[in-house]
């Protein structure tokens, strides 16, 4: 199988407001994705068509599955965390790993121990007890002790601190990640999880403006420290979004936009952007 | 259908409603046993009458001791024997309104909350959710009644005997060797079939409910019956008077609202068929295995059986709207 998540006109309308507009999308196996949009933009909309919790128009294979009639057999080898989903308050931390151990054939306990062990967590504890950073903390090690074909992460990291944060994502890569597996993650902390992301996708109203793999989009797009005496003859090469530090302007560049890299090393500095600037100057609406 | 996951879900809504559906019904058998055991022996012990006519016999107690004619003595023994269960009603009331309100809150509580995202990030399918949710109304929190009506029962039946042979009255070796002691709490297990068809409307309005409602689902559960029945009853007093021949339109909707709202009661069963004659007082007490008979007895009525099929279509809709439903 070539995709694990293979999306043809995908549609998804709330009464009159449409969502997610007829997109079209491949995510291959051992990839970890960025699904990365403005709030209201339709990415945790398209998450849910492919995790079977919506109804949907349009064509979504998941694993070779249709998420709106075969979930049952989806969720063998599929896991998520939903942005809003919360842990229920009478759980108790030893109860939920019984629970999943139980449920789930793909579950590793001692993996899920382990992270826990790593927390504050007691066995005991129940949910009701915990701040709202080790309620993630569970659910987190629940999630990453599921060998899971397909993860989804929607906003997995709200209302951790940050070294958890960076420690959980060093853990996804190093003892989650492998090339059987794929990884979708949204955040809004994106500077955390370029470094660990293989693949980015751009959504905005609902459509897909941007979907490349992290190399293509260190080749394509540049960014150029201006010299002050060669702005002028930037500006004329139509930067996709400028700005200033330090009193020395920053321009992006799309290559595709047909300034060759040499034509651009004239004019300053050059260095790969990164993902936030990025997202930023493709979300303004110069670039669509 | 997989077991070890049913297994899972039925601990899941065991840890869930632990409170409501153990501690509840353990405490209030603690009170049964405590204040009526307390009560008979402190009733017995320091008053027992001198002169006590029952039946028509009359004993006259010596000092302390009672001579008691031996079939007298015998058909105590049996009345006590076979109707010692029956100190546990307030366990079955209880359990009642227990399972009313669990399968009223049970797919609510876990919209409210979003912890639904949660269970439905592991491999459980909706269907196998929604029936955990009506097995856990319909037979584990019957089981768990049984179990302790059976026991708290049975310790005040043993306060009894203790009470009335401190006066002489030795009871402990014929109810010991009666069978009904020991049947009795058999003919409640086999009872569960029977509370499950006439329950299961009741659980599936419920739950159908629990599943759809945005907020108060208690408001739609009892409302949308009662205004129903409102509307039926204009509707008829129009016809009536505008076509001259009453209807039954009447009869049927409130027998259909009962049967939605009150079909998780235990023995409601006779309300909705009649009551069978063992129900009434008879000269030998009454007899508890005609109740077992009766009860199945109601099983041949259409309505037991129609009133089923509508229970269980109003559950497949809930386990529909789970699966659908978005959660924003």
């Known amino acids: 199988m070539s995709s694990v998540i293979s999306a043809r ?13 007829g997109i079209d999308f491949e995510i291959p196996a051992g990839r970890i994705v960025g699904l990365i949009g403005p709030n209201g933009s339709g990415k945790t909309t398209t998450l849910k ?21 075969q979930r049952d057999d989806l969720m063998q080898d599929v896991c998520f965390i939903a942005d809003v989903a919360i842990l229920p308050r009478w759980l108790r931390v030893k109860d939920a790993v019984d629970f999943v151990e139980g449920v789930h054939p793909r579950f590793n306990r001692e993996r899920a121990e382990r992270y826990i062990a790593n927390t504050k967590l007691e066995p005991g504890m129940k949910v009701r007890q ?37 420690q959980f994502y060093q853990n996804l890569l190093e003892d989650y990640f492998d090339e059987q597996k794929t990884i979708v993650i949204t955040t809004h902390q994106v500077e955390e999880v370029e470094h660990i992301l293989t693949d980015l996708m751009f959504i905005r109203d609902g459509r897909i403006v941007l979907a490349a793999s992290m190399e293509e989009v260190g080749e394509r797009y540049i960014e150029v420290m201006v010299s002050q005496d060669k702005v002028s003859a930037a500006n004329a090469l139509q930067p996709i979004d400028r700005r200033t ?38 979300m303004k609406g110069t670039y669509a | 259908m997989n077991t070890k996951t049913m297994k899972w879900l039925l601990q899941r809504e065991f840890w869930e409603y632990k409170g409501s559906m153990f501690w509840a019904p353990l405490i209030v058998a603690g009170l049964l046993v405590l204040l009526m055991g307390g009560g008979l022996l402190y009733g017995l012990g320091q008053h027992f009458p001198s002169r006590l006519t029952i039946d028509g016999h009359t004993l006259e107690s010596g000092g302390h001791t009672v001579r008691v004619a031996i079939d007298l003595q015998h058909k105590i023994a049996r009345v006590a024997s076979s109707a010692y269960l029956g100190a546990a009603a307030p366990l079955f009331a209880l359990m009642a309104v227990v399972i009313f309100s669990y399968c009223l809150g049970t797919l609510h509580d876990e919209r409210r909350d979003r912890s639904i995202l949660f269970w439905k990030s592991l491999p459980v399918s909706d269907g196998m959710t929604v029936l955990s949710k009506a097995a856990t109304a319909m037979i584990v929190a019957p089981l768990i009644t049984i179990v302790l009506a059976t026991v708290s029962s049975l310790l005040l039946l043993f306060v009894l005997c203790l009470a009335v042979s401190l006066n002489g009255v030795h009871m402990f070796g014929i109810v010991l060797a009666s069978p009904d002691l020991y049947l009795s709490p058999l003919r409640l297990l086999a009872l569960l079939p029977v509370y499950v068809v006439w329950a299961l409307p009741t659980v599936g309005w419920l739950m159908l409910v629990s599943s759809w409602a945005r907020s108060k689902p208690i408001l739609w559960a009892v409302g949308v019956p009662l205004i129903g029945l409102l509307v039926v009853k204009w509707a008829t007093f129009a016809m009536d008077n505008l076509a001259g021949e009453p209807s039954n339109l009447m009869h049927y909707a409130s027998g259909a609202a009962a049967r939605i709202l009150t079909g998780v009661v235990p023995g409601i069963w006779y309300s909705f068929t009649g009551a069978p004659a063992a129900l009434r007082p008879s000269d030998d007490g009454f007899d508890p295995g005609s109740l077992l008979t009766s009860s199945y007895g109601t099983l041949a009525t259409a309505d037991a059986w129609i009133g089923f099929a509508i229970g269980a279509a109003m559950l497949y809709a809930a386990m529909r709207l789970r699966r659908y439903r978005d959660e924003g």
Do not use: C, W
């Not at chain 1, 569970?138 to 944060?165: F, K, S």
């Open chain 1, 9 to 21: 006109g995908l549609t998804k309308r709330y009464g009159k407001r449409i969502a997610v507009d």
């Open chain 1, 49 to 69: 068509a492919a995790l079977g919790l919506v109804p949907f128009e349009g064509h979504l294979e998941v694993l070779g599955f249709d998420p709106r009639t």
């Open chain 1, 130 to 166: 915990m701040s709202k950073g080790m309620i993630v903390q569970l659910h987190l090690a629940l999630v990453m002790a599921i060998d899971a074909r397909l993860l989804v992460l929607d906003e997995p990291t709200l209302g951790l601190d940050i070294i958890y944060r960076k």
């Open chain 1, 245 to 282: 530090v330090f009193g020395k302007s920053v321009m992006l560049f799309d290559s595709a936009g047909g300034v060759s890299r040499q034509q651009l090393a004239a004019l300053g500095e050059t260095r790969n952007p990164s993902v936030a600037d990025l997202f930023v100057a493709t």
